[in-house]
């Protein structure tokens, strides 16, 4: 129930990023009191993001270096969804959850800037090192970028309702116990 402000403030900030502009999603009025949380998303998706390409530049592959960024950005709170679910740890495997919808609405909109190039990359890179501008060119789809920042904001919608829904499900699920006395 505590997440569900900070889901719907989520929300609209990157649907204002995706339909005006990625600029809205960065300078985004956070409240007071949803501000921490943010910031910590915010910065800790970054260093995860940025450690990604690194990490998947082990590879050798350029396609695969580029796209390890948000790839490791998604796979990070999969795998802290897994740990609580697997462990019954549910506030865990919720945040986890909260966290990889967060993942993707955040991705959409840097997907969303792939051909305006507007967003100041880390260590003032040049434009040409936008990820999905990159991503999208190698797929023959960047004339598409708003349709796939479309798709990734939907999942990242579908996945923030699941970590909404799914502990309401586990409590009622938790709440009644049905017992047999038939003898």
């Not at 989520?10 to 600029?23: G, H, K, R, V, Y």
């Not at 990889?100 to 260590?123: E, M």
Request: with cysteine; charged share 10%.
């Amino acid at each position: 129930m505590l997440l569900i402000l900070p889901g719907w403030i989520a929300l609209e900030q990157f649907w204002m990023a995706l339909s005006t502009d990625i600029m809205f999603a960065v300078n985004y009025p956070h409240p007071f009191f949803v501000w921490p949380l943010f910031y910590l998303l915010d910065n800790v998706t970054l260093l995860i993001h940025e450690a990604g390409h690194t990490i998947f530049g082990l590879f050798q592959w350029r396609f695969l270096t580029i796209l390890g960024g948000t790839l490791l950005q998604m796979i990070m709170p999969l795998l802290i969804f897994i740990l609580g679910w697997y462990k019954e740890k549910r506030v865990l495997a919720q945040m986890g959850l909260f966290w990889l919808s967060y993942s993707w609405l955040d991705a959409a909109a840097y997907c969303a800037d792939a051909y305006d190039q507007n967003l100041p990359l880390i260590g003032n890179l040049p434009k040409s090192a936008h990820d999905f501008s990159n991503i999208l060119s190698d797929l023959n789809v960047l004339d598409h970028y708003s349709e796939v920042a479309w798709t990734m904001y939907a999942i990242g919608f579908l996945i923030l309702i699941a970590s909404l829904v799914w502990p309401l499900k586990e409590y009622f699920e938790r709440e009644f116990v049905y017992i047999s006395l038939n003898l």
